[in-house]
């Protein structure tokens, strides 16, 4: 349907067009029915060639020129490049490593170690009152611990202040969860850092939470995505 107006609205414009590149087959194939309505013929009068050699192109009449794109390849590369970027990754947001918690824990467990590519330096920032014997590494990760609850009302200020102490040596900034989030408006005042987050649904949904609790934490998730 794209196709079909884009060919329209480019066709009235310039009478005098006799090719059109488009950047998929279907909307190549939207193009092709709008020329073929207004009697223009393909490819005498105007050429038609798309990216995609999807199995419908092969289907159309007249035979549709479209150029082979590698998905899993270009995929690949586009990984790579964004590995390369990604130097340095600091994880915020959690009780910390070795899990001991919940999900999140659960999750950068398996982000480092054997699943870690060996490009990336991961930091993790960790509640140094949830472990009595503390580490420099694990699975190859540097931990930094923060002398605060990861959880409760303490959970702002400890997701605040990872966030400022893993801003010095990262390019990339993995949040998990929300309870920080609340400062986002000020910190992206002063640092043009790349933040990831993941706010994992709407928790302030869910029926433990009492209504300011909530409040807050609907505010939270609304900044940490605007």
Request: aromatic share 10%; hydrophobic share 40%.
């Amino acid at each position: 349907e794209s196709g079909y107006e884009s060919c329209k609205d480019l066709i009235s414009k310039n009478k005098n067009i006799d090719g059109i590149f488009c950047v998929t087959d279907n909307i190549a194939i939207g193009a092709m029915e709008y020329l073929k309505s207004q009697g223009i013929k393909i490819p005498e009068d105007v050429s038609i060639v798309s990216i995609g050699d999807s199995k419908v192109s092969k289907v159309v009449t007249p035979k549709l020129s479209t150029v082979h794109y590698y998905y899993k390849t270009s995929g690949i590369e586009a990984a790579k490049i964004i590995i390369n970027k990604m130097k340095y990754v600091a994880i915020i947001g959690t009780v910390g490593v070795p899990a001991n918690y919940g999900g999140f824990e659960t999750l950068v467990e398996n982000i480092i170690g054997e699943n870690a590519s060996k490009d990336v330096s991961y930091t993790i920032f960790c509640s140094g009152k949830s472990y009595a014997e503390r580490s420099n590494f694990y699975k190859g990760a540097l931990l930094k611990y923060i002398p605060l609850e990861a959880n409760g009302i303490q959970s702002i200020f400890y997701d605040m202040l990872s966030l400022i102490k893993a801003t010095r040596k990262s390019d990339v900034i993995l949040i998990l969860g929300v309870s920080g989030c609340v400062f986002l408006p000020i910190y992206r005042l002063f640092s043009k850092k790349k933040l990831i987050i993941n706010i994992d649904g709407l928790e302030h949904r869910r029926d433990k939470w009492g209504k300011w609790t909530r409040r807050f934490l609907k505010f939270s998730e609304k900044m940490a995505i605007k």
